[in-house]
């Protein structure tokens, strides 16, 4: 441990293999003779199948296989796709309506898969589905986020999936009889599409009589135990793999149908069966994020001190209920739901609502940006109606240090923050002192300039539990087995060097294993920001384990008591003793000797607790007011992340979210029209933000090292996105509020811009 603060900026290894093309993603490790798979999707919002007639299709060159919904019940394959549900106000169980892998007699939106082909080549896949006569009668599109409306299940006839609440209703309504001033305000927060790098994609195939199913995803053994469940298997019969993986952000979390039809299609066949998605086809049907409204109060007394908040959200979860979809508005949102404000009397009140669109799911935050994207934009909010400065409001309100650690209204217990420390710190690092000038320059050149502040906080998720194994092979290179999946992050260089610095075995002798059901029992994935605090504590306790084994064999090659043998995270030693060898050459002594019981050493962990990231994002935007377009001038990032392992990777992690979190401020939205088409389909109608978007973002950190971990970290993956929303709409706003715009929802594009400052103007 002693190691471990040292904080050292190393550089992805694994990237030489990504930036030269020897990535090996689900499409370049498909086995070799592999069938092609299609999927045949809805091309309406709603409707009731009438005719569905695939028997042109199977007679099509090349086709092997058209798998409808009849031929999966026909399989005995009749369990839904999985949801967790949430309970409801009243006790009861929120709607779990039945999902089917394919559609079964509706269609309920643009996109729902109806029939997978398997044939020879894809463009036989492809031609044989414009043979399926597919006949529907048409329903009205259920689109907006009130009760009533044609019902999209008939477990919810008015469309509301639940009713949720959280808090003391009462308590916080006595808060705001007690007030002396009440602020309200209602939020948007915009659907997006997730866009990663690689779509979605999978290969089934009989290993040996087992199923193998390999995928881009976040874990295998959540869809391992789907797949059994669904295909009605053992587990012990089904192997999942992740190769490479190129962006997840959530959104490749889940299983998707996709991956149960392609399978059951390789056991039908007893060949392997491919699938990759095309961009549009993702755009369809990968989960989509957030898609809520919400109305906001805070209540303040005569001091400007919060004594109470209440939130009431309708939010959007799609056709059907996703994995998660029904929890991130509710308990995921309630994580954070005061942020790092010191108010007890809260109460949270969430509708879900299914409409004839994508389902809505996890994407990086998972209920985090979108709660503090709401408290951040009701403080700023608060500030101008108050008259006081939004950044002396929030230092009013924060949790104080001698309050750690601190139970939250919503039942989180923040073990440690110093939030006023890391505040001081944005406000030198953003030079604040200087933003008159900057904005009095923008004016000189006719444009406008704003400065937008949020101070988040966020919640690890996910299981606290990891395994970790380490392998000592015959040619003195090492294997770490991971429990959890990257995505892009960095992990193979994090997990080598943070085992390298436990126990001095050079990191470029460690190889990371990882995605693979086969070779570890069993493993959380990633998500939720866990996966570095959680894996290192698994190694902790995987190299104590292999210390702890390692003792007595070398006791006895030195010939002292055990309790005289020491390790220095990179040498055994005992007094009296001049053997001192490393663990590499203790491994090399122990396969001499026959020892193979010390060449393997695994160990679970948990975490007592979860840590909780916080910091301050400010940014500087320049709006032309001939024009409405929005430049992101200036941002600055001072985070707590508590001891990092590798601070150059951190920062990383930062810039990524930030720009998706910008990005869904300025550019990205999801159109539907009134049927139900999706009319942002293509990166012709959907915006992302480009590298000319960004700015340089200043990151530094203020460490406060978390008390929930013995490593003191605090998890880093989510946090860009959930600081830079706030602080992005909070800019803009700022730079158009002497021109009369009192409300600005994302996202902020030009023609919305220039309509709000036309609109303010003329109502000034």
């Given at each position: ?240 793999t992740n190769p490479d993986v190129g962006g997840g952000f959530g959104m490749k979390a889940p299983p998707y149908p996709e991956y149960f039809t392609v399978a059951h299609a390789a056991m039908v066949l007893g060949r392997p069966v491919r699938w990759m998605s095309e961009r549009t086809e993702a755009m369809l049907s990968d989960h989509h994020g957030r898609d809520l409204v919400s109305e906001a109060a805070l209540a ?465």
């Open positions: 441990m002693e190691k471990f603060g040292k904080s050292q900026s190393v550089s992805r290894v694994e990237d030489v293999r990504f930036l030269t093309g020897h990535g090996r993603y689900v499409d370049d490790v498909t086995p070799k003779g592999a069938l092609f798979a299609f999927v045949f999707r809805s091309p309406v919002a709603h409707a009731v199948i009438t005719t569905l007639d695939v028997e042109d299709a199977r007679a099509s060159d090349g086709v092997h296989l058209v798998l409808t919904d009849a031929d999966l019940v026909q399989a005995g394959i009749t369990a839904g796709m999985a949801g967790v549900v949430v309970k409801n106000r009243d006790g009861s169980d929120a709607a779990a309506p039945h999902r089917p892998v394919l559609a079964q007699g509706k269609l309920r939106h643009v996109g729902e898969p109806v029939a997978l082909i398997v044939a020879e080549t894809l463009d036989q896949a492809r031609d044989a589905a414009e043979l399926i006569e597919l006949d529907y009668d048409d329903l009205p599109a259920k689109l907006d986020l009130f009760t009533g409306g044609e019902a999209v299940h008939a477990e919810a006839t008015d469309n509301r999936a639940f009713d949720w609440a959280l808090g003391d209703e009462a308590a916080c309504q006595a808060a705001f009889d007690a007030a002396a001033h009440v602020v309200r305000l209602e939020v948007d927060d915009n659907r997006i599409i997730v866009n990663a790098m690689e779509p979605r994609g999978c290969f089934a195939e009989v290993e040996d009589g087992r199923l193998h199913l390999s995928f881009g995803g976040q874990g295998v053994w959540t869809p391992k135990a789907q797949l059994a469940r669904v295909l009605n298997l053992d587990p012990s019969q089904v192997r999942v303040f007394d005569a001091d400007h001190k919060i004594i109470g908040y209440r939130v009431d959200t309708r939010c959007n979860l799609g056709a059907y209920n996703s994995q998660f979809g029904q929890i991130i508005q509710t308990n995921l949102f309630a994580r954070v739901l005061m942020g790092t404000y010191d108010v007890q009397a809260t109460y949270l009140h969430v509708e879900g609502f299914y409409t004839n669109t994508t389902q809505v799911d996890a994407y990086r935050g998972a209920g985090r940006p979108e709660a503090i994207y709401l408290l951040e934009r009701m403080m700023d909010t608060a500030a101008r109606q108050l008259g006081v400065d939004p950044w002396a409001l929030r230092r009013r309100n924060f949790i104080a240090v001698d309050q750690f650690p601190y139970s939250a209204a919503t039942g989180e217990t923040y073990d440690v923050g110093d939030f006023s420390r890391v505040l001081d710190h944005a406000e030198q690092a953003a030079d604040r002192a200087g933003f008159a000038a900057r904005k009095a320059e923008s004016a000189a050149r006719g444009k406008l300039r704003g400065m937008g502040l949020s101070y988040y906080i966020e919640s690890i998720l996910g299981d606290p539990s990891e395994g970790a194994k380490v392998e000592f092979n015959a040619d003195g290179t090492v294997v770490i087995y991971v429990g959890t999946q990257s995505n892009g992050q960095g992990h193979e260089t994090v997990y080598a060097k943070f085992l390298s610095d436990q126990t001095g075995i050079p990191a470029a002798m460690i190889s990371v294993v990882q995605g693979d059901s086969d070779l570890i029992a069993q493993g959380g994935g990633t998500g939720g920001s866990r996966s570095v605090t959680t894996q290192s504590h698994a190694t902790l306790a995987t190299v104590a384990r292999m210390i702890a084994a390692f003792t007595p064999y070398l006791a006895e090659k030195m010939g002292v008591a055990e309790d005289q043998v020491s390790f220095d995270d990179e040498t055994f030693r005992a007094p009296g003793s001049n053997l001192t060898p490393t663990l590499l050459e203790a491994a090399a002594m122990a396969r001499a000797d026959g020892r193979t019981d010390l060449l393997v050493h695994e160990a679970r962990a948990t975490l007592p607790a979860r840590s909780f990231p916080n910091g301050a994002h400010v940014c500087e935007v320049e709006v032309d007011p001939e024009t409405g377009l929005t430049e992101v001038a200036r941002y600055t990032v001072v985070d707590d992340f508590g001891n990092l392992i590798n601070p150059l990777l951190a920062e990383g992690q930062v810039h990524g979210g930030v720009a998706q979190g910008l990005g869904q401020v300025l550019y990205e939205h999801v159109g539907y029209d009134e049927d139900g088409q999706l009319l942002t389909a293509s990166f012709m109608d959907y915006a992302m933000p480009r590298a000319a978007d960004m700015p340089m973002i200043k990151f530094e950190t203020e460490v406060v090292p978390s008390t929930a971990n013995p490593m003191g970290m605090k998890g880093c993956g989510e946090a860009g996105t959930v600081g830079a929303m706030a602080a992005g709409a909070n800019a803009v706003l700022d730079a158009l509020w002497d021109r009369g715009v009192r409300r600005a929802d994302m996202p902020l594009t030009p023609l919305k811009v220039w309509e709000l400052l036309n609109d303010g103007a003329a109502a000034a």
